[in-house]
Nanobody
């Protein structure tokens, strides 16, 4: 499975942004997808994940209540709706995939061996 994140940009604190993850390959619809982010000089951190069936989601504490992950398997897309953005949300956002048919919503990026180019999100006044 190949992935690419897009939809980032420069926004003000309090704004909203919707990121998209485009997947190719027949296994995308059976892969649990996670969003991760990495700020300069920081380790990559978990943001949210959605099961391949779409029936389960998991969020980092920093994203809970502000971000919503969803997917459309018919379009091979996973989305991350981000509201009430803060400067500390500034990072490169990447979508990553677990091996097909692993439904576990792990927060460990090592469990998601597939990823592609990320998209920059900058929150600044």
């Amino acid at each position: 499975v190949q992935l690419q994140a897009y939809g980032g940009g420069l926004v003000h604190p309090g704004d909203s942004l919707r990121l998209s993850c485009a997947g190719t390959g027949p296994s995308f619809s059976t892969s649990t997808i996670g969003w991760f982010r990495q700020a300069p000089g920081m380790e990559r951190e978990f943001v949210a994940a959605i099961a391949w069936s779409g029936g389960g989601t998991r969020y980092a504490d920093s994203a809970l209540g502000r971000f919503t992950i969803s997917r459309d398997n018919s379009e091979n897309r996973v989305y991350l709706e981000m509201n009430s953005l803060k400067p500390e949300d500034t990072a490169v956002y990447l979508c990553q995939a677990r091996r097909p048919r692993y439904n576990g919503l792990s927060a460990s990026q090592s469990d998601y061996p597939y990823w592609g180019p990320g998209t920059q999100v900058t929150v600044s006044s």
